[in-house]
């Protein structure tokens, strides 16, 4: 059974750079075509797609975080990481990770992704 555990700091202050890991349980996240990517949910907003990493190590950003957002994996620890750089208040929300077989950019319909996360609460603390 695959599992996906994202964690974080919980609090991130104004211009920081925010880093989450996402810990990947049940599969290599280089063992199969997969995608594996970060999607958000800000307070009573609907959810935001952020970017995704293939597993040929691409990686797709979305146009509007494209300048603060990094996508990286880490085989040996099993892990995918999202860092977001200049955070500010509305940077608030709950961070998801997924897992697809195929590379859905903009997509946060969870039925088309395989796994999802339970998520992680970040807060800016202002």
């Known amino acids: 059974q695959v599992q996906l555990q994202e964690s974080g700091p919980g609090l991130v202050k104004p211009s920081q750079t925010l880093s989450l890991t996402c810990t990947v349980s049940g599969m290599s996240i280089t063992a199969n075509w997969d995608y594996w990517t970060w999607i958000r949910q800000p307070p009573g907003k609907g959810l935001e797609w952020m970017g995704t990493?293939?597993?040929?190590?691409?990686?797709y950003y979305s146009p509007s975080l494209k300048s603060r957002t990094s996508i990286f994996r880490d085989t040996s620890s099993n892990q995918i990481t999202l860092q977001l750089r200049s955070v500010t208040p509305e940077d608030t929300a709950v961070y998801y990770c997924?897992?697809?077989?195929?590379?859905?950019?903009?997509?946060?319909?969870?039925?088309?992704?395989?796994?999802w996360g339970q998520g992680t609460q970040v807060t800016d603390s202002t």
């Open positions: 997924a897992r697809s077989t195929k590379l859905l950019l903009g997509v946060t319909e969870a039925a088309r992704y395989e796994d």
């Open positions: 990493i293939a597993t040929s190590g691409c990686t």
